[in-house]
């Protein structure tokens, strides 16, 4: 496999439900994100992991919870959500996270929706 | 904060039509710019990008240059296929201090080609 990965690519679920939404990348990269693309809004950035740390939180609620356990892989786990959640879920990845010219490689994404 | 706005679509055209998509920026200092292209159903895929004032970018037939004096990064193509529509993302890297990185993107024009 190359590139970036996302699984599942479609996933339907209750708002009583728990799920998790996987990504993992073939780049040797070593920056993870996690974005939100809605139908009405621009493309919003969630998390941002560096080296397995996660360096920033946009403000996103708490029904939404991370997991980076290393480089390659990232993880979206998701519970008790709302039906305005149901977006498109896309991962990036780039090779340093730093640096004006670090370049962003994006999966396929995963379309969520609440019902 | 730093900011990207592009022309609003949709853009119709048809085939081997002249295309340009607009993009201007608003940052600090001069950062990395982007365009990214999503298919339907599909993640973005990096299309090209310019990394430092008058750099050109250009993959598949697309071009943009970084113009600092106008702040812009206009995409051209300078003849169209019914393979080229989908939605087109102007995008800037900005600097997050100990956060890293992240892409601050437009909010996407749609391009339809007709043969």
């Known amino acids: 496999e190359t590139g970036v990965t996302q699984t599942p690519r479609h996933l339907v679920m209750g708002m009583t439900n728990k799920k998790s939404l996987k990504c993992e990348q073939h780049l040797g990269h070593n920056a993870m994100y996690w974005y939100k693309q809605s139908a009405k809004k621009p493309l919003e950035l969630m998390f941002v992991y560096n080296f397995k740390e996660q360096t920033e939180n946009n403000s996103v609620p708490s029904r939404f919870s991370p997991e980076c356990p290393n480089s390659s892989h990232l993880f979206l786990h998701l519970h008790t959500l709302q039906p305005e959640d149901s977006a498109l879920y896309l991962c990036a990845s780039s090779l340093q996270g730093r640096g004006g010219t670090d370049t962003q490689y994006f999966g396929p994404g995963t379309r969520l929706t609440v019902l | 904060g730093d900011s990207v706005t592009q022309m609003e679509g949709p853009v119709t055209l048809s085939e081997e039509a002249f295309l340009t998509i607009n993009c201007t920026y608003t940052a600090t200092g001069y950062p990395s710019l982007f365009w990214y292209v999503q298919y339907p159903g599909e993640g973005l895929q990096l299309l090209l990008k310019a990394t430092k004032a008058d750099d050109k970018g250009s993959n598949k037939g697309f071009e943009a240059t970084y113009r600092k004096e106008t702040t812009s990064f206009h995409l051209e193509k300078g003849s169209v296929q019914v393979s080229d529509s989908a939605v087109y993302f102007c995008?800037?890297?900005?600097?997050?201090?100990?956060?890293?990185?992240?892409?601050?993107f437009g909010k996407g024009t749609t391009l339809s080609v007709s043969s």
């Open positions: 995008a800037l890297i900005t600097f997050r201090g100990q956060a890293g990185t992240a892409l601050i």
